[in-house]
């Protein structure tokens, strides 16, 4: 098998298929589909909750993630920033209590 770059992506995206099929994907073509697939999934977060959780008898699902800001772009105005907050705090109980 050849050298496969080594990240949390093309693990699990390896993992899902057929050992005969992951055998088959070259580097480069590992690379693409990391690229055109998997960059929002690629990164490592300190704090990745995941839940499904009932509320009002339908099912939902939450996530919570908490890491280091890395994106390039400006962050959100601050006159925003309380519904954020507002938003997070919401998820955390709905996670605890799920």
């Known amino acids: 098998m ?24 070259t580097p480069d073509q590992l690379d693409a589909v990391q690229r055109a697939f998997g960059m929002r999934y690629a990164t490592e977060h300190t704090v990745d909750l995941r839940r499904a959780v009932r509320v009002f008898g339908q099912k939902f699902y939450v996530i919570l993630l908490v890491g280091e800001e890395r994106r ?4 959100p105005p601050r006159s925003y920033m309380p519904f954020g907050v507002a938003a997070a705090l919401v998820s955390a109980v709905l996670l605890l209590l799920g």
């Open 2 to 25: 050849p050298q496969v770059p080594n990240n949390a992506f093309t693990r699990r995206f390896l993992d899902g298929l057929p050992r005969a099929v992951a055998d088959s994907f």
């Open 72 to 75: 390039s772009d400006a962050p």
